[in-house]
């Protein structure tokens, strides 16, 4: 994997991330800067890609993320690959706390919302999650792991971002997710030549 | 890991209150690990189910609306059930016709997958259904709407499908076999709640 995009929402609060990030349209809630990371501002579905860059097809993004424990299926903090700049198009994993079906993974085809997929694994606060779309496979993990994994053909082109899930409303603030350490990046391997224009590779000169 | 398969409607009308999914999802199976290929907008679905047990198995089988497919994939079909397999496949606007006897489970259920991501691209493109207002399997392509025409030429080039067969007499029978055949042919293995078909 080679990350082509981070942010560690190092930044003063703000109820925006910033000029790198989109709300995604048609999704009502948006998102904040608390505390140099990233949280919800509002409790209802919300969407945000990364658009400072142009995202290849495949990608994947990654962030150390936390969410309140009163979420059940379906809902939760978690991430958007393919995230169209069409309302409510993009594939979505959520992470929650609750006893089982935590761990999903769903898509939205023009705000049409379809469950794909459903797993089980217990995960802490902070804990590293990644949600993949590499050519017609999406894999949700956690701390490395691969806890969901289908395949879908549906969407073929769009963003990497952050996505949040809940039903209770606007104005609720019981319910929340939290993300730091964002990373957005593709499958290929890093080259040779950008490890040799790195500090590591010099290091690694200098043993030989 | 055992990989159990069952066909089924979905239910759902697709709002965030009411997301489309697996019929059974939530009174026989919430608590499994699992997957589906949706068949597009159609309302019917392939769910894979990991380590099912017995006793969840058989509330699923005994449900009028679900397809169990045999575990053992790589066991051929036979003359008994062949028939049901056509018809089952036919039954849900899924070609059937082409199953023989010698064909295995696996042969099927990747043909369904296959089927179904055909019609997710098309869902992707166009959010519409084809078998709606009186379009079957034996609808020939000149005969469908402007706009499905061309949503389907354009899924079958997306894939980098050889379209030279999508003409005005060929049934969506026939187009839907041959996509099937052509995405198993050029596309990456199917995965289905963490398993490979």
Known sequence: MTALASDAFTRADNTTLGANWTLGTGDPGTFDI???QAKTHDDHDASIYYSGIAWPNDHYSKANISATT???????SGFCVRRSAAARTYYRSTFNHSGTGN???SKEIAGAYTNLSSGTQVWTDGDVAQFDVQGTALRAKLSGSTIV???DSSL?????G???SSEVGLGDATHFAIWDNWEGGDFATASVITQMNSGAMAEVGTCI | MTLSIYAMPIVGSGTAHDGRRPAYRDSVFPTLTWSQFDYGNEPWCLVGIADIPTDTDTTLRAQTQVIAIPTNLDQTIGSGP???VRSDLEAVNMPGTWVQASNTWRDVVQFIGAVCQFAQRFQGMAAGRWFTGGITLATTFGSLPQAVRTALAATAT???FDTSGITGAATLRAILLSAGQQYLATQPPLILAGTTL
Do not use: E, I, K, P
């Open chain 2, 158 to 160: 997306s894939f980098g």
């Open chain 1, 156 to 160: 073929t082109t769009g963003n990497s």
């Open chain 1, 162 to 164: 952050l996505f949040y």
């Open chain 1, 70 to 76: 009163n979420f059940t299926t379906d809902d939760g």
């Open chain 1, 103 to 105: 761990v999903q993974v």
């Open chain 2, 82 to 84: 062949l028939a049901q």
């Open chain 1, 34 to 36: 608390v505390s140099n």
């Open chain 1, 149 to 151: 994994s289908t395949t």
